[in-house]
């Protein structure tokens, strides 16, 4: 089972800040903090990945709390392109194990 | 993405039928992943490679068998296709022993089996 719980869907208007929440209450660790886009029947895209810090790509930023049991990806400008389903995950990956993928949040971005 | 590529892109076939779907990277790297991607259930894992010849079992793994004989190429089959096998597959490969790096998926394969 998955290690996140995520809201099923949000909604935002073009040009805004989107604010996707997450909990991990269970994380070990070193277990890594991972966001994962989906496009329609699009592969999934790698967004950001963080450990403890909080971190930013030309993408997003990821925000975790200091216990590390939350985390919020930011999408500083909201575009209609950013519409998609966005997958927290929680884990080490490669030969420590492998990422299992939750039901994810459903953005829909709105003009 | 740029590097990994799944072939067929889609493919009909009938019960009983095997099929080999086939998945490809030019980058190198040690892990490689299948997923099946069906309504209600997300992704989940059927099987992945950490090497050459090495591969182990994820969590839907029946009626699926991989084959790794060179570092590029991943091969997932289905022994005797099933109606409850119609979905769409994944491939991702990985790069990192510790995941930093985060996985990169293919564009997917969308098998019917009818």
């Known amino acids: 089972d998955a290690k996140t719980t995520q809201p099923p869907s949000m909604d935002c208007a073009e040009g805004r800040a989107a604010n996707l929440p997450c909990n991990h209450s269970t994380i070990s660790g070193n277990e890594y903090v991972y966001w994962y886009r989906q496009i329609h029947s699009q592969g999934p895209q790698y967004i950001i990945h963080g450990l403890k810090n909080n971190e930013t790509n030309e993408m997003a930023s990821l925000i975790i709390t200091e216990d590390r049991k939350s985390s919020t990806l930011i999408l500083p400008h909201a575009t209609l392109r950013d519409t998609a389903v966005y997958y927290c995950?929680?884990?080490?990956?490669?030969?420590?194990?492998?990422?299992?993928f939750g039901k994810g949040t459903k953005l829909s971005v709105k003009p | 993405d740029a590097g990994i590529t799944q072939s067929p892109r889609h493919k009909v076939t009938e019960t009983g039928t095997p099929v080999t779907l086939r998945c490809h990277q030019t980058?190198?790297?040690?892990?490689m992943y299948w997923y099946r991607q069906d309504p209600g259930h997300g992704l989940r894992l059927i099987h992945y490679?950490?090497?050459?010849?090495?591969?182990d079992k994820g969590e839907v793994s029946d009626g699926y068998s991989v084959s790794r004989s060179k570092t590029e190429d991943f091969l997932l089959t289905l022994e005797s296709a099933t109606s409850s096998q119609t979905s769409v597959y994944f491939c991702a490969i990985s790069g990192g022993d510790r995941g930093p790096y985060g996985y990169t998926f293919g564009s997917g394969t969308r098998l019917t089996v009818v």
């Open positions: 980058e190198n790297h040690r892990y």
């Open positions: 490679s950490y090497g050459v010849k090495d591969t």
């Open positions: 995950i929680v884990g080490l990956g490669g030969s420590q194990g492998n990422l299992i």
